[in-house]
């Protein structure tokens, strides 16, 4: 029923958009600034990753609404008792858009924020086991919102600034007692984000 719903809406909001809409697509890469995972003590902190992957961007004409979607090979991870652990990752990220284009620069700058989930899949081996007394591992899916702002120059080049705010636990800790793996204590890790793209 859900899929079902899901496929309705989509399709509804596709026949709502104008002919005259605007789609670009383009490549954006950036920055991972990883904080430090929520409800894990001791020598703990974040890991700077990078992102990169192709992006498309859809804009209504004069109202300035629109939405962006990316699909993302992602990087970032934690510096946990000294050690990396990195996670390697598919984000999704999908933005509603505003941009603020004024008549008078808009040729030269357009402002906009942009608020969406991202829903992420992590892919290879993304977690650490000391001497199968400890683990810390990522989950093999996450889901999280975004709240950015940035700026489009000379129509191709755009700067974006984000906050991604996980919305549940993106990785467990676990310890092997009485023979079996025993989750302690989950953990939330929220990322600020840079970025550039070049749209074509």
Not at 45 to 63: C, Q, R, S
Not at 75 to 88: A, D, I, M, N, Y
Not at 152 to 180: P, R, W
Request: charged share 15%; net charge neutral.
């Amino acid at each position: 029923m859900k899929k079902i719903f899901g496929l309705f809406f989509a399709l509804c909001l596709i026949a709502a958009i104008p002919a005259n809409a605007q789609l670009k697509f383009g490549v954006k890469a950036g920055t991972n600034l990883n904080g430090s995972p929520s409800d894990i003590k001791g020598d703990v902190d974040g890991y700077t990753g990078f992102f990169v992957g192709p992006m498309a961007k859809l804009t209504i004409p004069i109202v300035g609404l629109g939405l962006e979607g990316n699909i993302l090979y992602s990087q970032s991870g934690v510096e946990l008792g000294g050690e990396t652990v990195k996670k390697h990752s598919i984000e999704i990220p999908i933005s509603l858009r505003y941009d603020l284009a004024l008549p008078a620069v808009s040729q030269i700058i357009v402002p906009f924020i942009a608020v969406g989930p991202q829903f992420g899949f992590t892919i290879g081996d993304s977690g650490k086991d000391w001497e199968q007394a400890a683990r810390f591992e990522y989950k093999k899916s996450q889901l999280s919102l975004n709240f950015g702002l940035g700026a489009v120059l000379f129509k191709h080049l755009q700067a974006h600034i984000n906050y991604n705010v996980a919305m549940g636990d993106t990785s467990e800790y676990s310890e092997f007692t009485d023979g079996a793996w025993k989750v302690l204590t989950g953990s939330k890790t929220d990322t600020w984000q840079i970025s550039v793209a070049y749209l074509f």
